[in-house]
């Protein structure tokens, strides 16, 4: 994106971004080959060999789990909503609003989006030490405060600061090296997985997971841009995603928590 804002230039809303877009095929290819490459759970594989595979997982899982799928998807809400607004929203809200430069944003997403390439899989490990619904619980705490942070620091009107928000948007506790959006999710992949009973993890899991970028990150943009054409102020959004913490709060409460625990066994 940053390199195709200085080749397109004034050309870029017409066709400079759909390049990269397009480009992002070859990570479609990268992704296959390493889930071609990567062998089955043995969950899974003696679930192939028992013959206990289920014909059809997604009707059942909605029957016997729709608690957990429901939960799942709640649980993303502080993850997929805040992630959208501090990635999507801010170059709107930053060009817009703020007058500072498109290239300006883009390297500042650009930093914080290398700095999660670390923190991600940090915050999976401190999952397993202090347990994965502690670890999410406190990502959604974190992100709720850091939201009224975040836009305060915009607001600044410095360019030094606007940066430090960014990349503070994923990046809050800077003591302990964590970044807010990073703290759930790391933790997620295992913490909704384990939700489900083994021959139905893959639907009921998939299904929580995406069912969240429907309620949470595909809107979120939109509700950011409405709430600040209706309120005239940046802390409307930051009430949002304070609302979207409580709610991935609340149903990370709720969801059992399977860390160190044998989930091979049928779930009840």
């Keep these: 994106m940053l390199a195709f804002s200085q080749i397109a230039a004034d050309q870029f809303l017409s066709w400079g971004w ?25 969950i899974f594989a003696r679930l192939v060999a028992e013959r206990r595979i289920e014909r059809t997982p997604i009707v059942e899982v909605i029957k016997r789990q729709p608690k957990e799928i429901i939960l799942s998807a ?10 959208y607004i ?11 609003t703020l007058k500072v430069s498109r290239d300006f944003l883009l390297v ?33 705490v974190t ?29 809050l506790a800077i003591f302990l090296a964590l970044i807010p959006h990073d703290m759930m999710y790391g933790p997620q992949a295992a913490f909704i997985a384990e939700s489900f009973t083994g021959r139905l993890r893959y ?7 995406q069912f969240a970028s429907v309620i949470a ?12 054409a209706v309120y005239h102020s ?3 959004i930051a009430g949002y995603i304070l609302v979207c913490a409580i709610l991935s709060l609340v149903a990370a409460a709720l969801m059992k928590d399977y860390t160190g625990k044998d989930i091979a066994a049928e779930y009840a």
């Design 86 to 96: 501090f990635t999507a929203f801010v170059f709107a809200y930053g060009v817009g």
């Design 143 to 171: 992100t709720g405060v850091f939201g009224f942070i975040y836009f305060a620091l915009l607001d600044s009107g410095s360019l030094a600061l606007i940066f430090l928000a960014i990349f503070l948007a994923i990046f």
């Design 234 to 236: 940046a802390y409307a």
């Design 203 to 209: 639907s009921g899991a998939s299904l929580g997971y």
């Design 18 to 42: 759909r390049v990269p877009f397009l480009l992002s095929i070859i990570l479609v290819g990268i992704g296959l080959w390493i889930r071609l490459s990567i062998l089955e759970t043995p």
């Design 74 to 83: 709640l649980a993303r809400m502080a993850e997929q909503a805040p992630f």
């Design 217 to 228: 990150g595909g809107p979120a943009p939109l509700i950011a841009a409405w709430l600040f």
């Design 108 to 140: 500042a997403v650009l930093a914080a989006s290398v700095l999660s390439f670390f923190t991600i899989p940090l915050s999976g490990h401190l999952s397993d030490r202090i347990g994965r619904s502690n670890m999410y619980m406190l990502g959604a």
